[in-house]
C-alpha cells in the first residue's frame, strides 16, 4: 500500500477469523498479511519471527503495537507506539476492532479540519441561498427581497382531519404518577394545624317577659228594693 494514502477512509476485516477472536489472538489476526494498516517492520513482527516471548518487547526500541484496550467479545484498541525504552513510548496511531472490522482512529487534526470544512460548507450555501434575494437600486443601495409563501387558512376540514398532538403518551402518565405515588410515601407531605381560635361568646339574648294584665272582675253592688222605684206608670189620656 502507497504510505502517502489517506488510511482513514478504509477498514479490513477477515470473514474467517471474525468468529474465534478473543483478547488471546486479536494481536495475531492485526498481523495478517492482507491488513493495510499493518506495519511488518514492527518489533511485534521480529518476536513473532523468532518466536520470542513478548515481553521482550519492553527491552527492544522501535515500532510496535500493543492491546490498549479490550470488551470482548465486539470492542478492541490496538496502539501503534515507538518504544525508546522500557518506560518511554511516543503514541503514533489508534486502531479500533468493531465486529472484526479493523479501523483507524482519526487524530486531533484531522478532527478539526473535517469539522472547518463541513463549517466552511454550510456558511458557503447560506451565502449563495441569501444571494439569490439580492436587489440593487440606484437610490436606495443593496436589499435583500425574500419571498414569502403565502400560508392559506385552514379551513373547517383541515381542523377537523388535523388531531391534537399529545403532550404525553398513556405509559409517560402512568409512569409519573406511579413515580409520584413512591415520592409521596417516601416524604410525606406535612399538614399545618390551623391556628387556634378563642371559643365564640354566644350572643346574650335577654328574655322578654309577657306583660300579663289581670283585669279585675267588677263587683256588682247589691241592690235594695227599698232604695230603687220602679218608674211610673204611663196613663193614657181620655178625649
Request: charged share 30%; hydrophobic share 30%.
Amino acid at each position: 500500500m502507497d504510505k502517502t494514502e489517506n488510511t482513514l477512509g478504509i477498514s479490513w476485516h477477515d470473514s474467517a477469523l471474525v468468529p474465534h477472536l478473543n483478547q488471546g489472538n486479536i494481536l495475531d489476526y492485526f498481523s495478517e498479511r492482507s491488513n493495510p494498516f499493518y506495519d511488518r517492520t514492527c518489533n511485534n513482527e521480529t518476536i513473532k519471527m523468532q518466536r520470542l516471548n513478548p515481553d521482550q518487547m519492553l527491552n527492544m526500541t522501535g515500532l510496535e503495537y500493543s492491546l490498549l484496550h479490550a470488551q470482548e467479545p465486539i470492542l478492541y484498541v490496538i496502539r501503534k507506539q515507538h518504544r525508546h525504552s522500557p518506560t518511554q513510548v511516543t503514541p503514533l496511531a489508534d486502531y479500533y476492532i468493531i465486529g472484526g472490522h479493523v479501523y483507524q482512529g482519526p487524530d486531533l487534526c484531522s478532527v478539526v479540519n473535517s469539522r472547518l470544512l463541513n463549517t466552511l460548507n454550510n456558511l458557503q450555501s447560506a451565502f449563495d441561498e441569501a444571494q439569490k434575494f439580492a436587489r440593487f437600486h440606484p437610490t436606495r443601495g443593496y436589499s435583500w427581497k425574500f419571498e414569502e409563501k403565502e400560508e392559506k387558512e385552514p379551513t373547517s376540514t383541515d381542523k377537523k382531519v388535523k388531531k391534537k398532538e399529545e403532550a404525553s403518551s398513556a405509559f409517560q402518565r402512568k409512569r409519573v404518577d406511579l413515580l409520584l405515588g413512591e415520592l409521596a410515601k417516601k416524604h410525606p407531605p406535612l399538614f399545618m394545624p390551623p391556628p387556634s381560635q378563642p371559643p365564640a361568646k354566644a350572643p346574650h339574648v335577654e328574655e322578654v317577659k309577657p306583660d300579663i294584665k289581670a283585669e279585675k272582675p267588677t263587683e256588682e253592688k247589691p241592690t235594695s228594693n227599698g232604695s230603687m222605684k220602679p218608674p211610673p206608670e204611663k196613663k193614657q189620656k181620655l178625649r
